[in-house]
């Protein structure tokens, strides 16, 4: 990832805010009791309940308390009737087809009985208490204090025989028996006897377990998943398999390791025979690596990890090499750093200038960049000296440094570049496609790319440049599938295609993209799920809200709970039905581009450190999960999280770790907390000290720092030493630019450094871009930077321009969207970062930007203005609020409502600042004096708990 690489584009995002469809039975409270009404506000059940929650596939629980103020429970279905009388001590709606009820009396709680959707009884699961999720087509079950195992069908396939049962992991579950560990496969079959004599059994692959035998001197062995010992007990360590080989270490050599148990021994990279074959025919090059031999020493300790396209990487003394499975060494160690394979190349460094070669170590592109990425879609992003641009496998490049900024990635033939603040396209040859003239724009999708004049103004242009969808929709979508969704101003979405035709009429409150065929749909609060020709399949009402479909099934959210007026939901999936695979019960559920998802948890537990001190802050417990919304590791780790594309940070014993995707640990718990990785690095915390890791698990500078800026991609991080201040590089070493006691951060690729108390402004090279002036510097954003020379405060550009000074205003501010405030006698204005007028010095205030617009008041009446100085809601409020989500709060005559961004009416003032609370959807809550509240749609239809 590349500073500078990175261009703030305008964007236009589709997915408007979603309120939540309410439950078809909603609980409610009158005069202490409890009952249900509909979506209508209509009564289904009169209050007499002591206590109602909300429904569960379907099914709501309902209780009575008895004289002891037990609670006995009961259930009733979605139009109230009632299907078990409250008399049960527990009932637990398991999913759409199982319900657990409690039939026991006072002094016994142990009676369950199983009971179908249709409230027939199952003999078979009578007595089971608790029946966990499926995880890998298995749900633990629990009869008494024993485990087993029941199917997709409910059929027992493991009886409850264990005291302790771990989940299916690669088709294998540990299990515990009188104290000793075994393993089982998923129909019970035993693949590993439980034995007192076993330590622990951990899953490595697909093919092997690791078992440690107890003992004062611990040893290691391998098991196949058939139950055969791929390997006895010999080993001093196992660390981990990749492509079904594991490495194992026994006395002094290191061996690969097949599920068959056959070894093969790393050969002694000292024998030149071993080596010869790999060699080029270059006579020096023979020479000097012959020359290198006795002075190099190998160490696993710092390999690499997994194997890509077919090798992994070891190092020689700080020398990059790669092997592959059958141990021979493939590319010598050449080269100082070799980066990830990717599109079959992987970047390489020699000195201080970066090349690519190939999987037989062939250099393909010679040495020549300052910088160099990953190859994504047949190119990669390079940088020479100050100049970016874009190489591909033959060397070919092409340049953007005639912009002010770019996307760092091409996208279907085309990089999106920005100039004076405005957004093109160039393609691979570098021949401007598309002019800078859009606000806005986005990458190409299926040949077409979204682009808007103005804040809600949005259309696309083809690949040859030609605007094929005038800007006139509110909103839009990229095109997914051949469909693209919009907005009208009317406020109504539908579906495009690539022609502009509205293919699917415009009459839906809220549309998602296609994703494998379908598309979610809402309108009068309830989600549809639509085919490509917008026929409605099935219904989707319990949810707030649905994702796009991958492989099969969709991510969605349902309402949890409603506290102090703030809505909690949890995440689960459905399939291509409709069905509910799993039932919503992960926390902040998050997709990422791996196709991992994570949860997230927050609680109160531990400390995370961050800068000079360390706070009790809130904590959050992570664990990542697998396409099927499933825990990626099983019960393998207390907590895991994703740090970077294939890796997660895990934690055992309150200690963390890193472990790749494919279960392979690369660094032992060792640090209270790793972060998330940024430019190959990542910080790591212990005990109020920081210090810096690299994607190997490898400790570039152990704990001991006060406070470290995460590195950029300028390839440095500032770090600060007891009172010391100073920059560390990518491989750890300290870098000293001149005869400086104080640097600022780099920030857009030039740092402050402080020599006698003055300021200079320096680049990456160290080279000196503004001489030393300035008593104060704050670093460049947006190209502005804030100095003050003496006690005079000014802002800079890059030339050391002043853009602002107090000789020319009373006082500046830099905004957050780059723009300057500036106010003079009293008069506020705003000036873009050439210090060219925006807004006339008119107005007697100007708030902060929010959402594209910014509230300024002129002759005593509040307005909004945009960040081009258009008044697009003329003065004539007492007060405002800030935009959010398309809306804001106003208010005449102390009396509040709502308009949108082109100053639209959506709820006339009539209320409390307080009492408004907006849903999103165009419906609004209201709290009354009472205590209670009520709903309000942008049409004034009212909806009360009343009955109608």
Known sequence: MMRHCLLC??????????????????????????????????????????????????????????????????????????????????????????????????????????????LEPLPHLHGIRRIDPFHAGRARFARGSRLGFLDSSYAIVVPATYSELRNIHKAVALVREDGNWGAIGPYGQVIIPPDEDIDAIENLDRDLLKVSWKGENKFFGLYSRDGQYASGPEFDNVYGTSDGMALVHKGNLWLHVDSNGREFKLPDFREMGSVRLYLDENAASYRNFIEMLPNLKFSWREKAGEFRFGLTEVNFGGRSAAINKRGELIIPPYFDEIGPFSEGLAFMRQGHLFGYIDTSGTVIIDAQFDEADDFINGWACVRRGERYGFVNREGREFSVAAFDGFVETVVEGFVAVKRDG??????????????????????????????????????????????????RYYKASDFKEGRASVISHALLAGYIDRSGSEIIPLRYSSCRDFSEGFAAVSRDGGWTCIDTLGNELFPLRNYANVRPFYKGFAIVDSLLETRYGKRYYSSGCIDTTGKEIIPPRFHNL???????????????????????KSDRLKHFEYVLLDTNALPLFGDRYEQTKRVAPGLAAFWRDGKAGLVRYDGREILKPTYSYIDTFSHGRALVYEGG???????????IHAPRYRSVEPFEADGFARVQLHDSVFFVNR????????????????????????????????????????????????????????????????LINRRGEVIASRDIYDTFTLLDNGLIRVVKNRRFGL?????????????????EFSDGYAAARREDKWCFIDSAGNEVVAPQFSSVALFKRGHALVSVNDLWGVIDEQGR????????????????????????????????????????????
């Open 9 to 118: 584009l305008v964007i236009v995002f589709l997915s408007a805010p979603l309120f939540a469809r309410l439950p078809a039975l909603i609980p409610y409270q009158q005069d202490g009791k409890w009952g249900y009404y509909d979506t209508t506000k209509t009564i289904v059940v009169r209050p007499h309940y002591d206590t109602a929650l909300l429904p569960e596939f379907g099914l709501a629980r309902v209780a009575f308390k008895d004289s002891a103020g037990m609670s006995r429970w009961g259930l009733i279905d979605e139009r109230g009737q009632i299907l078990l009388e409250p008399r049960y001590w527990t009932i637990n709606v398991v999913n759409h087809d199982l319900i657990l009820v409690d039939t026991a009396d006072h002094d016994s709680r142990n009676s369950f009985r199983a009971l179908s959707r249709s």
């Open 422 to 471: 405005l957004v093109g396209f160039v393609d691979t040859t570098g021949r401007v496609v598309v002019k800078p003239k859009y606000r806005g724009a986005e990458n190409f999708s299926e040949g077409m790319a979204r682009v808007n004049m103005g804040q809600y103004e949005v259309g696309f242009v083809n690949t040859t440049g030609r605007e094929v969808i005038p800007p």
């Open 590 to 612: 998050i997709a990422y581009s791996d196709r991992v998802f994570q949860s997230i948890k927050p609680s109160y537990r531990g400390l995370r450190y961050y800068g000079r």
């Open 689 to 699: 000290d920081i210090g810096i890791i690299d994607m190997r698990g490898r400790e």
């Open 731 to 794: 491989e750890g070493k300290r870098i000293t630019f001149g005869d400086y006691d104080g640097y600022t951060p780099f920030s857009e690729g030039l740092a402050g450094a402080r020599q006698d108390s003055l300021w200079s402004v320096i680049d990456t090279s160290g080279r000196v871009i503004i001489a030393a002036r300035y008593t104060k510097f704050e670093g460049f954003q947006r190209g502005v930077a804030s100095v003050v020379i003496g006690k005079k405060n000014m």
């Open 831 to 847: 000036i873009d970062s050439s210090g060219k007028a925006i807004a006339p010095l008119n107005y007697q205030s100007i708030k």
């Open 905 to 948: 009416t959506l709820l006339a003032p009539a209320y409390e600042r307080r009492s408004i609370r907006v849903i999103g959807g165009g419906l609004f809550q209201i709290a009354t004096q009472e205590g209670s509240h009520y709903y309000i749609d942008r049409y004034g239809k009212e909806y009360r708990d009343e009955a109608k």
